[in-house]
Nanobody, 115 residues
């Protein structure tokens, strides 16, 4: 099994930056892709960004050019650098890891962007 713990959320003004971190433990050696998702109350969870073991990345159109996902395989950690934050980025952000036929989720970290 893989356990994930996110950190780095908080309250920030529009236009500022935050960096989220997600540390993996357990059978982290078997992780392939990792990603960040977010959910706003009343809406479905949506993919924000993902990164493969080789470093290939994918972003939601709404965050392209503002967010950057990166990964430190040696530390089993994935990061999400969020720049030029907007109020519509306010959500609970979840880390996800895929390993084999399974995937794990972190408990989430709240990001609130004030206007």
């Amino acid at each position: 099994q893989v356990q994930l713990v996110e950190s780095g959320g908080g309250l920030v003004q529009a236009g500022r930056s935050l960096r989220l971190s997600c540390a993996a433990s357990g059978s982290s050696f078997s992780i392939s892709a990792m990603g960040w998702y977010r959910r706003v109350p009343g809406k479905q969870r949506e993919l924000v960004a993902s990164i493969s073991t080789s470093g290939n990345t994918n972003y939601a159109d709404s965050v392209k050019g503002r967010f950057t996902i990166s990964r430190d395989n040696a530390k089993n950690t994935v990061y999400l650098q969020m720049n030029s934050l907007k109020p519509e980025d306010t959500a609970v952000y979840y880390c996800n890891a895929i390993y084999g036929a399974y995937n794990s989720w972190g408990p989430g970290t709240q990001v609130h962007v004030s206007s």
